[in-house]
């Protein structure tokens, strides 16, 4: 089942947003207050290409303890994976910070993953135009197939990551910027429909 | 049966052999940083033989691979997209897939819908 735990409304799955100094809700990239069904992990480390599977590894295996949704603990790792490497690939040093929140417990209702990391400026605006594409398509899957077409051309680089996480993953992309950090954020939420 | 390809790094192996009609594509592992330097290079060299030896299916089984980032996907993607432009005759290409690896349903979903006419997709 591909639509277990659907996405927020269209207007809402890809923004860049710009907090306040000092914005309580989004300074350490905390989507929600969390809740006591909440299962969170934070790990903050130096990116390394080498070292991403090994992250995904550990915190499929943290959440199959918990979960026993294959389908969510997937579409978490597919998001995990892509933004680590992603950190790895254009941070411009220090620790890159990896947050994961899964809401419901066994029957998960809200799932975030988010890193947060120094990037390399030249690469904003590339990642602004990215997220705002996703997030105003109204057909994540023909976008995606559309990246893939493009990605063929292309010499360095997929350009896939975060279309992946968008179609494959089924998740809303968020970018967000807190002083010299940017965070890249992949929610799925759940319908006033399903929560009934 | 023929050995075409065989690589081993520390978390990811592919081996390709050739069996009467078909090329068999064994992935296990992790396809990500390390598995990137050699698949490209693998699956063109497994195109041309694929096209000289006439065989009428490629097999990719990656019933053991346990993740595939977004690099290596692009290089099945390219490979796709050489493969659908040959002049028909040409070899399909059948993914074997577990359905224990999740990730894999709603990555070949993809890949079948950007090279509908040449891919299959097997879950087991």
């Avoid at chain 1, 000092?22 to 969390?34: K, L, Q």
């Avoid at chain 1, 389908?71 to 690939?89: G, P, S, Y």
């Avoid at chain 1, 063929?152 to 002083?179: N, P, Y």
């Avoid at chain 2, 490629?58 to 390219?78: E, G, P, T, W, Y």
């Amino acid at each position: 089942m591909l639509n277990r735990l659907p996405n927020a409304p269209a207007a809402d799955q890809g923004t860049v947003r710009t907090p306040a100094v000092g914005d309580a809700d989004t300074e350490r990239a905390v989507p929600w207050p969390r809740e006591a069904d909440s299962r969170s992990v934070e790990l903050a480390c130096e990116p390394d290409l080498a070292q991403v599977s090994s992250v995904r590894e550990f915190v499929e295996s943290y959440y199959k303890t918990i979960i026993h949704d294959g389908d969510v603990i997937c579409r978490m790792a597919v998001a995990a994976h892509e933004l680590l490497e992603n950190a790895a690939k254009y941070s411009t040093g220090g620790l890159s910070r990896l947050q994961i929140e899964i809401r419901g417990g066994a029957n998960p209702r809200l799932l975030s993953v988010s890193v947060s990391n120094h990037a390399d400026p030249a690469r904003i605006d590339e990642l602004k135009v990215a997220i705002a594409e996703l997030g105003s398509t109204a057909d994540a899957a023909e976008t995606y197939q559309n990246y893939m077409s493009r990605a063929t051309l292309r010499k360095d680089g997929s350009g896939l990551g975060l279309a992946r996480i968008r179609a494959e993953a089924e998740m809303t992309l968020v970018l967000e910027f807190q002083g010299d950090q940017v965070c890249v954020k992949a929610v799925a939420t759940p319908t006033p429909e399903e929560e009934s | 049966m023929t050995q075409l390809a065989s690589i081993v790094e520390a978390k990811f192996s592919a081996t390709a052999i050739h069996v009467g009609d078909d090329i068999i594509l064994e992935m296990t592992g992790n396809a990500d940083v390390a598995a990137k330097q050699h698949l490209a290079p693998l699956l063109q060299s497994l195109h041309e033989r694929a096209k000289q030896l006439g065989v009428k299916r490629v097999q990719v089984d990656i019933r053991k691979l346990a993740f595939m980032n977004s690099s290596c996907l692009k290089d099945l993607i390219s490979w796709l997209d050489r493969a659908r432009l040959e002049p028909a005759g040409g070899y399909r290409i059948v993914f074997l897939s577990s359905a224990n690896q999740h990730w894999q349903k709603r990555s070949l979903h993809a890949l079948s819908c950007f090279a509908r006419d040449l891919v299959t997709v097997e879950a087991s």
